[in-house]
Nanobody, 118 residues
Framework: QVQLVESGGGLVQPGGSLRLSCAAS????????MSWYRQGPGPERELVAV????????NYADSVKGRFTISRDNAKNTVYLQMNSLKPEDTAVYYC???????????WGQGTQVTVSS
């Protein structure tokens, strides 16, 4: 059974930090590019950060560059998102995504709420 389970969300003040985790199971983790998306009040789900299968390459949305860091531990089947200098506009539900490097296979987690507010 495929599972992506996010954790680490919560309420934080502006300027604070959070570390999100996404634990994967039920598939070969190292065969998947991992990403974090977020969905705020609007209809669009925004791509926040991407990391390739073995962590050799990362990419970020312009809105989070220099503040967020994506990483992965293939031995633990887990991907992380370190979020620093958080802003109110970072408030959203954050979703973990796994995309197979070759086949059209895509998995989503259930999401974790991040709220940045004083």
């Amino acid at each position: 059974q495929v599972q992506l389970v996010e954790s680490g969300g919560g309420l934080v003040q502006p300027g604070g930090s959070l570390r999100l985790s996404c634990a994967a199971s039920g598939f070969t983790f190292s065969s998947y590019t991992m990403s974090w998306y977020r969905q705020g009040p609007g209809p669009e789900r925004e791509l926040v950060a991407v990391i390739t299968r073995f962590g050799g390459s990362t990419n970020y949305a312009d809105s989070v560059k220099g503040r967020f860091t994506i990483s992965r531990d293939n031995a633990k089947n887990t991907v992380y998102l370190q979020m620093n200098s958080l802003k109110p506009e970072d408030t959203a539900v954050y979703y973990c995504n796994a995309k197979h490097y070759y086949d059209p296979i895509n998995y989503w987690g259930q999401g974790t709420q991040v709220t940045v507010s004083s």
